[in-house]
T-cell receptor, first 116, second 111 residues
Framework: GAVVSQHPSRVICKSGTSVKIECRSL??????MFWYRQFPKQSLMLMAT?????????EQGVEKDKFLINHASLTLSTLTVTSAHPEDSSFYIC????????????FGPGTRLTVL | DQQVKQNSPSLSVQEGRISILNCDYT??????FLWYKKYPAEGPTFLIS?????DKNEDGRFTVFLNKSAKHLSLHIVPSQPGDSAVYFC??????????FGKGTKLTVNP
């Protein structure tokens, strides 16, 4: 149990376009979902935390207007990278938890975004 | 400023021997520590955790040791198996704050 999927696994887009990444909890209800970004040889860095039905909480330095997060249901959260630029190229990975304090985060497989 | 450090990017051990992965942290507010394992093309999966009230937690072949005074934790895998070959991430948390991850250590267990 506790499977999280992400789609797409890989996307290449032109500079200036928007890209949507979906994160789904397949067999449990995820009250809380997290979005991380990982640059090569770096650690996973939390971008934002979202709770179902409410606005996401963004980490310092993450532009909320550029990285739009929607957590409309207990099984789906989306991250939209708006007007993507080459510096947004990275590995984006989501995780989901049932929402209890210090509940385990279950991670998706990640999405490799390349902006040309 | 990196609050969680995994200073060894890679480690290679022989099957059947012990693997020891190390992690150091700087934030004294961290009171919960986790290890995640990641295979290629998959997301990290939770392996084992320890809270600051303990200094050891064991789960089968995996044991995590916490030395609070040194702000150091380690993951021991014994005996190591080829299927343990993966990237291991250390993560720390203080209160209800976010998880802070290290850069990971790639473990290779040779048959």
């Amino acid at each position: 149990g506790a499977v999280v999927s992400q789609h797409p696994s890989r996307v290449i887009c032109k500079s200036g376009t928007s890209v949507k990444i979906e994160c789904r909890s397949l067999d449990f209800q995820a009250t809380t979902m997290f979005w991380y970004r990982q640059f090569p040889k770096q650690s996973l860095m939390l971008m934002a935390t979202s709770n179902e039905g409410s606005k996401a909480t963004y980490e310092q330095g993450v532009e909320k207007d550029k990285f739009l997060i929607n957590h409309a249901s207990l099984t789906l959260s989306t991250l939209t990278v708006t007007s993507a630029h080459p510096e947004d190229s990275s590995f984006y990975i989501c995780s989901a938890s049932r929402g209890a304090w210090r509940d385990t985060q279950y991670f998706g497989p990640g999405t490799r975004l390349t902006v040309l | 400023d990196q609050q969680v450090k995994q200073n060894s990017p890679s480690l290679s051990v022989q099957e059947g021997r012990i693997s020891i992965l190390n992690c150091d942290y700087t934030n004294s507010m961290f009171d919960y520590f986790l290890w995640y394992k990641k295979y290629p093309a998959e997301g990290p999966t939770f392996l084992i955790s320890i809270s600051s009230i303990k200094d050891k937690n064991e789960d089968g072949r995996f044991t995590v040791f916490l030395n609070k005074s040194a702000k150091h934790l380690s993951l021991h895998i014994v005996p190591s198996q080829p299927g343990d070959s993966a990237v291991y991430f250390c993560a720390s948390q203080g209160g209800s704050e976010k998880l802070v991850f290290g850069k990971g250590t790639k473990l290779t267990v040779n048959p």
